[in-house]
């Protein structure tokens, strides 16, 4: 159930010219059990001195012994006055004029398929009338999560959430997470499970001990008088652009009082180069907890640390907290994880240079057919156009049109009298692949649909092993089974 966190006590932690950092603190004790969670929490927050905003960062601490817990969700969320802010940022290309927090009342709007979504029949803005509301078309990448908020334009000022690492996050770089929306409310989201469910839900069992520091993040509050050609709507998301980029080069922060939060100094670096029979350019490489490969993306307790490996391979993670770490890294275009078969050891200002790492993707023989390109994303498939009746504007013709609202339904429309069916040869996955494979409606409730591949072998290795491999960018709440049939002898394996 939701836990909003209240301090019970308060203390000023750093005082002088160039910085204030105050301690809000909730200690926990075995009179609060079934009450609260069991956790020690202890929110800061940051004023220095030249800087318009102020950090904030909380340290959780589940001591040895405690009771079991599981935590789906940590933010901070933050609530504008709703007859100011009525512009949203969270990229360069998303971006509009967002309905007002009544527009989602009855009257105003209609719930669709879940809460969250709203149809806008009546909104006080008529421009905006027949469009679709929902929060988590704005969900966005951890790599990509960086700056995000609202603007006023009478005056122009923007409110703003940078988010400089993703050191605390979980699930990797593409893992998604809530932004900004109506309310207007902007989330600076610590942790949650959302689109991965409870894999991504950290479960304390046995008396397990804890402690994680969260963030800081920094919330920036920018103005202009400037007169623009674009607007001031343009200045400020610019301006919020270039402090965002002064807050990642910053990192890690060298004014945060507590212990628990290390300076550069006081951390690693780790470096080397992946190979592969092909090309690891773009390849992603990280560290988190130790683990077997791919478990980083379910991994929910650590850290994690992930950097781009440049053309030819080369990879340097800075700024790594001491602890042992496996090392974990993929290529987009190529199928399966890797993992580096020794622990990695950071110790306080140490530089691990691990060489030549060759990474050799799951291959068997040759290809005989391939659907997609496996690189975490459904992107290359086929989204189709939104029902007109449920469209948000901002992605029509955007590359992000699967956010649309309903895209599920269009399955049915697009196959009425039964299942996709792909020919191996004549098909062509941007036109003929659904990019996610969805029940449909049947009977008042949903059924899962079939999909098949035809395929034809002109000769077949008797005594030989084929292997079906599948790459999935998402699953949730689901059940993936596959059959081979061969026509010929009309037998099912």
């Known amino acids: ?72 969700e940590i933010r901070i969320a933050f609530k504008l006055r709703k007859d100011k802010f009525h512009y949203m940022a969270i990229a360069d290309n998303r971006q ?60 122009p000022t923007g409110f703003w959430c940078i988010t400089p690492s993703d050191e605390f996050r979980t699930g990797g770089p593409v893992k998604q997470n809530l932004t900004s929306h109506v309310g207007p409310t902007t989330l600076a989201m610590y942790h949650s499970a959302h689109y991965a469910g409870d894999d991504l839900v950290p479960k304390f069992r046995d008396g397990e001990p804890w402690k994680k520091v969260f963030g800081p993040v920094f919330i920036y509050v920018n103005a202009t008088i400037a007169e623009s050609d674009y607007g001031s709507e343009s200045l400020l998301w610019q301006d ?51 683990g077997e490969a791919g478990s980083w993306q379910r991994e929910c307790k650590g850290y994690q640390f992930w950097s781009k490996a440049d053309s030819d391979g080369f990879f340097t993670i800075n700024n790594v907290r001491v602890g042992n770490y496996s090392l974990y890294a993929w290529v987009p275009g190529f199928i399966g994880d890797y993992k580096y078969d020794v622990i990695v050891d950071i110790s306080s200002g140490c530089e691990i240079d691990l060489g030549d790492l060759v990474y050799e993707p799951p291959r068997d023989g040759p290809t005989l057919w391939e659907i997609g390109i496996p690189d975490r994303s459904a992107a290359e498939f ?15 013709n955007h590359p992000d049109k699967f956010r649309q609202y309903g895209l599920w339904e269009r399955y049915a429309d697009l196959y009425p009298d039964g299942d996709l069916v792909y020919t191996i040869g004549a098909s062509d996955y941007t036109k003929d692949w659904f990019f996610a494979q969805v029940t449909r409606r049947k009977d008042n409730g949903y059924k899962g649909t079939t999909w098949q591949i035809k395929f034809k072998l002109d000769r077949v290795t008797q005594d030989g092993t084929y292997k079906l491999r599948v790459a999935l960018a998402s699953a949730a709440i689901s059940d993936l089974q596959a059959y081979f049939l061969n026509h010929a002898l009309q037998s099912t394996l």
């Open 1 to 72: 159930m939701p836990c909003r966190i209240k301090g019970t006590s308060f203390s000023v932690v750093v005082q002088n010219e160039d910085q204030v950092e105050v301690s809000f603190t909730r200690t926990w004790d075995a009179s609060l059990k079934g009450k609260l969670v069991p956790l020690n929490i202890d929110k800061r927050f940051i004023l220095l001195r030249g800087q318009s905003g102020f950090y904030s960062y909380s340290i959780f601490e589940h001591l040895e012994g405690w009771p079991d817990f599981n935590v789906a």
């Open 96 to 155: 509009r004029i967002m309905p007002m927090p009544d527009d989602r009342l009855p009257g105003r709007g209609q719930q669709l398929a879940y809460p969250e979504a709203v149809l806008l029949v009546n909104p006080t803005n008529p421009d905006l009338k027949g469009e679709v509301d929902d929060k988590y078309q704005y969900s966005c990448n951890n790599k990509d999560n960086r700056v995000h908020g609202w603007i006023c334009t009478d005056p």
């Open 240 to 290: 919020a652009k270039a402090q965002m980029m002064l807050e990642v080069q910053s990192w890690p922060y060298d004014f945060p009082a507590s212990e628990d939060f290390p300076t550069s100094d006081e951390r690693g670096l780790v470096s080397g180069r992946l190979m592969e029979p092909f090309s690891a350019d773009s390849a992603y490489v990280g560290l988190a907890l130790p």
């Open 382 to 396: 086929y989204v189709p156009d939104p029902n007109p009746n449920y469209v948000n504007k901002l992605y029509v």
